[in-house]
């Protein structure tokens, strides 16, 4: 019973899609969420739920920051899928792990300046660096 209302308390995939979307954009053009809000008449505690996916973005909302941003509705909504598609769910999880971890102040650091590296060998190392760390400890043999 209490695993069932966790997940009813859980934010929408989709929620969390174009909270972390309008995220990305908002870094993107370097525009605070303070910024942001002034120019949609909110808080920018308002901005920071919206980005979590602790609150759902209204239509008319989603339309105004469009027009902030300078982009498209159906920016916030790329690399969803198909609704109409059956996903894995190990899909799922994958994605709902980047969308974790590009929610950190660290992942979206990482993701803003690794492009910055213009040397693949450079990339290939840090992203080999990367897959040993994350890998779970292994017991010494003694």
């Known amino acids: 019973?209490?695993?069932?209302?966790?997940l009813e308390r859980a934010p929408n995939p989709v929620d969390r899609h174009v909270g972390l979307r309008i995220r990305l954009r908002r870094r993107e053009l370097g525009v605070s969420q303070e910024r942001l809000a002034e120019s949609i008449g909110?808080?920018?505690?308002?901005?920071?739920?919206?980005?979590r996916a602790a609150n759902r973005v209204?239509?008319?909302?989603?339309?105004?920051?469009?027009?902030?941003?300078?982009?498209?509705?159906?920016?916030?909504y790329e690399g969803l899928g198909d609704p109409g598609a059956v996903e894995a769910a190990e899909t799922?999880?994958?994605?709902?792990?980047?969308?974790?971890?590009?929610?950190?102040?660290?992942?979206?650091?990482?993701?803003a300046s690794f492009p910055n590296i213009r040397r693949?060998?450079?990339?290939?190392?840090?992203?080999?660096?990367?897959?040993?760390?994350?890998?779970?400890?292994?017991?010494?043999?003694?």
Do not use: C
């Open 1 to 6: 019973m209490a695993k069932e209302n966790e």
């Open 42 to 51: 909110l808080t920018f505690q308002q901005v920071q739920k919206y980005e």
């Open 58 to 76: 209204s239509a008319s909302k989603l339309w105004e920051m469009a027009r902030a941003l300078q982009t498209t509705i159906g920016y916030f």
């Open 92 to 111: 799922i999880g994958e994605r709902q792990s980047v969308h974790d971890f590009l929610l950190t102040p660290e992942g979206m650091e990482l993701a």
């Open 120 to 142: 693949p060998r450079v990339r290939r190392r840090i992203l080999e660096l990367v897959r040993v760390l994350a890998e779970p400890e292994q017991a010494e043999d003694a």
